[in-house]
């Protein structure tokens, strides 16, 4: 849970890391860009910020703001009643992002889930995205992401987002953001 | 229909466009710049280039660069067997671009239609779309656009992309790109 100035400081935050990086927002999109904290009580190391674009019941855009080395907590949009889940191309734009799927363990991997949480991460397939490269993880699959050294800010596009739904690897987590 | 040599040309300035606005491409997208051209021999007027950074049967995103007071001519992408056509958002990220769908016409147009296509332009609400501002277009909505005196840089944000299903107001039109 944050408190109204914990999230008008990370609004602030990432709303400077879009302008460093030239992308622009209007002020409205600023007041409610999207502080995540997953109901963990540690921002800095687990969360993400997200300004939501458009999100129709065919299609979604967001752009997510990363401070540096910050985690996005494993999780995946499953499959519900015949329909497949949300599909997602994380696209960088500036910065640099490490994404973990299923898969051969990176030997040596750059990112490392935050000190205390270990048990939640499970998966550790490494890409490493720079800006204008982009990788599309495909519906129900298990996946977190880190920011490196100087942050980053991803470009998402995807099918309709339904965030309620997502299932973290934490039980602990409440992916809808709680603000006292 | 562009020579070799007058896509090589666009697909150039295109790309000095995109990182002049400080966003990244790979050299594999750099030389598949789509240099639609839509086969009226008039590149400077009427034409539109686009990197596709996905298109899958659930959502696409492209970026669209506009070279100075270029015009993408006017057309609509149609429902099609109890399918809705095309919906699209665009989101300006560098430069201004000119938006004209039907409704109440400007009293004075920014954007002109290219000299000698006229008869072709049918539709004059005009929406202005500033960096960090945008508009979503229903599905089988007539609309044209032109970029304003210094180019723009247009994100789309889409259902899936089916060009050679739309439909122009000018039959001249070939959208998919020729090459001699």
Chains 1, 2 share one sequence.
Request: net charge negative; charged share 20%.
């Amino acid at each position: 849970m944050l408190t109204r100035s914990q999230v008008l400081s990370a609004q602030a935050r990432a709303a400077q890391m879009l302008a460093q990086a030239g992308i622009a927002i209007t002020p409205e999109e600023h007041q409610n860009v999207e502080v995540a904290e997953f109901g963990l009580g540690e921002l800095e190391k687990t969360g993400l910020e997200l300004v939501v674009y458009v999100n129709t019941d065919r299609y979604c855009a967001k752009e997510l703001i990363l401070f540096p080395r910050q985690t996005c907590p494993e999780h995946r949009h499953p499959n519900t009643a015949g329909n497949p889940g949300k599909m997602e191309t994380f696209r960088c734009r500036w910065g640099q992002v490490w994404l973990y799927v299923a898969g051969e363990p990176a030997p040596a991997p750059q990112g490392r889930p935050p000190m205390g949480s270990e048990a939640f991460y499970t998966v550790f397939h490494e890409i490493c995205i720079n800006p204008g490269e982009q990788y599309t993880i495909p519906p129900d699959t298990l996946h977190w992401f880190q920011a490196g050294d100087l942050g980053a800010i991803v470009s998402e596009f995807s099918s309709s987002s339904h965030d309620e739904s997502d299932i973290f690897t934490d039980l602990r987590i409440r992916r809808i953001p709680e603000v006292i």
